[in-house]
């Protein structure tokens, strides 16, 4: 690691730059969590690809594909239609890295019928994913989705016979052909509308049959979407209203003749944050697009597709944080003030410890989502992915924006300014608290899962009852959820705080199992003993802080 001060920035008191560093290697929160959850058999391939995403390269590559965001070409100069984003060649080294390593179907390898179904998989990605996405979070939403789409389009034969085999290729093609024209191919998601993105069946776009209808049938959609991201992928999933309701299509960029789909991109989003990525509005003028699961059953067949882009919010969102609390314990480390370096300081050291406990409980909580997904037979484990992808999606997508912007404080003036990266970590943040399902969103899914699902709850808390063995706080924690859950009345308004209870809860009992006893007795002490606090920094008086930062980031 380049922790050591170059010559020429020795003497001039500032830090040197934390790159060509093993993002893997550097962060035994991450290895344990691997180690943990069923990712051992990916140690090997992690270790390498985290070279790769903390190189100087890598990094690079991410600030200038954010500084040089895509560009929409509408038409060509004889005013006839082209409906093309170029991208910056970073963005497509960027994916090319992420391709090359399989992200983009990681979980689902084994459809290929000759690959073996690896029992881990999930969780191998996720530590992946983790670290592209502290390499560059843009363009991690193409490839989020389009893992994210393969068990929807696995559901149609005809579908999966097509696509699958374009998908699942450790390859990354940015031309713009015809699905038989290329050796690799990614997929997107069209649900909000201008008049309704959460409620999704408030929707316009109508879709009526080109022949025959029925799943796998080929229909014609006109409509809009009021946010389509990634709009250079292959095709779509996309919801539109049938005659027997809202449904699931397939909308491929080429109709089945090799032309192109009336797919007519308005404008890109000027967007805060993910500005490598490119957000469309788009119109489709009587397009093509392929029935996939039944009429009437859209929410219900791309809701998997969801469940799975959830997860990755979460993974990434703690990868913003952990990139953002390694880059302030790394200077902090390096900067002196009066006589000796910031770290040294109590009340610094608390304000880092404190982070590190987020990334701490951030990581935990995603990494046990992930099992979670690898093991979906297990009714356990399916009654935490049911339960737990809203809470961790919830509380993970939220705290990061705090995080980082103490991060960013925590390194004074240079944390402000664009060059260091922190911004674009601040920028980045928000998106994965908003899409995919907003705070009130999962909240809600909570309810629903208490009201249609009370066994999955039941399942969690006994886990979880069990993990907190006879530790006072975490049974004590555990108390306040169970007496939320029991005040019918009040559920609804209190929805947000049994999140956060049932987040804390579980990653407090996670870390206090598996994380060393200073982190476990920090964790609890700061967040689960009952002492209210707003800020960061508070709460850590009788922790050794010194111990968390020292595993945070080794010297
Ligand atoms: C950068 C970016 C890229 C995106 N890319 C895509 C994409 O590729 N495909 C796609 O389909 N969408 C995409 N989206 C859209 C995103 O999924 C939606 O913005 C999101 O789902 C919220 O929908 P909305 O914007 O219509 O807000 P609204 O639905 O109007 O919600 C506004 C707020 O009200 C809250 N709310 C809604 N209903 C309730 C309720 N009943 N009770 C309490 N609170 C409620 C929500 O939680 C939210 O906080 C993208 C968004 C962004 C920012």
Redesign the pocket.
């Known amino acids: 690691m380049s922790g050591k001060p170059s010559a020429s920035s020795a003497g001039d008191n500032q830090s040197c730059p934390l790159t060509d560093v093993n993002l893997f290697l550097i962060d035994t929160a991450l290895q344990e969590a691997i180690k943990r959850e069923g990712g051992q058999s990916a140690v090997p391939q992690l270790t390498a690809f985290g070279s790769v995403c903390g190189s100087a390269e890598a990094l690079e590559h991410g600030r200038s594909a954010n500084d040089n965001p895509p560009i929409l070409r509408t038409f060509d100069p004889m005013g006839r239609r082209l409906d093309r984003v170029e991208f910056h060649p970073s963005w497509h080294w960027l994916m090319s890295a992420s391709a090359d390593e399989g992200l983009h179907f990681g979980a689902w390898a084994h459809l290929d019928g000759e690959t073996p179904r690896r029992p881990g998989a999930n969780v191998e990605r996720a530590g992946s994913f983790y670290m592209a996405a502290q390499m560059e979070a843009g363009h991690c939403c193409p490839v989020t989705?389009t893992n994210a789409a393969i068990p929807v389009i696995a559901k149609s034969e005809k579908l999966a016979a097509e696509w699958l085999p374009k998908i699942t290729r450790r390859q990354y093609d940015q031309r713009f052909l015809p699905l038989s024209k290329k050796s690799a191919a990614t997929i997107?998601?069209?649900?909000?509308e201008r008049q309704?993105?959460?409620?999704v069946r408030a929707g316009t776009t109508m879709a009526v049959p080109d022949g025959e209808s029925g799943p796998g049938q080929a229909y014609r959609l006109t409509g809009h979407?009021w946010?389509?991201?990634?709009p250079m992928c292959d095709a779509f999933l996309v919801l539109a209203q049938a005659s027997g309701g809202l449904s699931c299509f397939l909308v491929p960029r080429f109709r089945p003749d090799d032309t192109v789909n009336a797919l007519h991109f308005q404008r890109l989003?000027d967007?805060l944050g993910?500005r490598s990525n490119a957000?469309s509005e788009v119109e489709f003028v009587e397009a093509h697009g392929v029935l996939v699961g039944e009429e009437g059953r859209g929410v219900a067949t791309i809701i998997e597709m969801v469940t799975h882009t959830r997860l990755d919010c979460a993974v990434a969102s703690a990868a913003l944080m952990r990139r953002a609390v390694a880059e302030a314990l790394h200077h902090t480390r390096q900067r002196q003030a009066f006589g000796r370096s910031l770290d040294g300081f109590p009340i610094m050291a608390g304000v880092l410890a404190d982070l590190v406990l987020e990334v701490e409980a951030a990581t935990a909580l995603s990494f046990r989502l992930a099992r979670s997904f690898d093991r979906a037979s297990d009714g356990r484990a399916a009654a935490w992915r049911r339960l737990m992808t809203p809470v961790t999606k919830y509380w993970v997508c939220k705290v990061a924006s705090s995080v980082i912007a103490e991060a960013m404080e925590c390194m004074g003036g240079n944390g402000y300014v664009e060059e260091g990266g922190m911004p674009r970590l601040y920028r980045e943040a928000p998106?994965n608290s908003?899409?995919?399902?907003?705070?009130?969103?999962m909240a809600?899914d909570v309810l629903r899962v208490l009201e249609k699902e009370p066994d999955a709850v039941e399942t969690v808390l006994d886990d979880l009852t069990a993990a907190a063995g006879g530790d006072t706080h975490l049974k004590a924690a555990l108390q306040r959820v169970r007496t939320m859950l029991h005040e019918p009345r009040l559920i609804e308004m209190r929805a947000r705080a049994l999140l956060e209870g049932l987040a804390l809860t579980a990653a407090g009992c996670i870390i206090r199992a598996h994380a060393p006893q200073a982190v476990g007795d920090a964790f609890i002490a700061a967040r689960l003993s009952g002492v209210p606090r707003f800020t960061y920094g508070q709460g850590l008086e009788w922790s050794d802080t010194k111990a968390i930062l020292r595993r945070a980031l080794p010297a």
């Open positions: 989705m997107g998601m069209g649900m909000t309704g993105g959460t409620d979407k946010f389509m991201s990634a989003k967007k993910n957000s998106v908003i899409w995919e399902g907003s705070g009130n969103v809600m």
